[in-house]
């Protein structure tokens, strides 16, 4: 019934089952996900229709890289049987680019939160170490600090006779 009914929430369903049906199969999976987005462009669905459904079976079912690069040719050879590019090219080379930026963006971020919270925890041992404690107002403004203020002030450490030389 699910898989001949017109109702957009019939392929729903069958992704969610397939999904679970798949979990220690993979290769089972693409399959199915294959045929059941090759069902959609074969039910004359809207190109809005189809491209919603198609995000919600890519989102569901999702696969391994490698699995990944062959349903997107299998996608790929569809669309040109079909003579239909719901799912351009330039969509999908966007959508790569897109993928990669993210991922450099998060590597850079990663590295400057990183050094910030070295260099947060390397001041505040230098100043444990020199001043035997700190108080809690010093505390806070050192974890709201920016890293090149971090730096200045543990330059600072090492000619500061108290803790107020420091944070001017």
Do not use: C
Request: charged share 25%; aromatic share 10%; hydrophobic share 35%.
């Amino acid at each position: 019934f699910l898989e001949q009914t017109a109702n957009p929430f019939g392929t729903v369903i069958l992704a969610w089952l397939a999904t679970q049906q798949t979990r220690k199969n993979l290769d089972q999976r693409l399959s199915h996900k294959f045929q059941l987005t090759r069902r959609l462009y074969e039910r004359g669905l809207s190109r809005d229709a189809i491209l919603n459904l198609y995000k919600f079976i890519d989102w569901s079912m999702t696969l391994p890289e490698p699995l990944a690069v062959r349903y997107n040719d299998y996608i790929h050879q569809l669309e040109e049987e079909q003579s239909m590019a719901y799912i351009t090219t330039a969509e999908r080379i966007g959508m790569q680019k897109g993928f990669q930026q993210g991922i450099e963006q998060g590597i850079e971020q990663g590295k400057e939160q990183g050094q910030q919270e070295g260099e947060y925890r390397l001041l505040l041992r230098l100043l444990q170490r020199k001043f035997h404690g700190i108080s809690e107002n010093y505390q806070q403004k050192i974890q709201q600090a920016d890293a090149e203020t971090l730096l200045i002030w543990g330059e600072r450490v090492l000619d500061a006779n108290n803790l107020e030389d420091i944070f001017i």
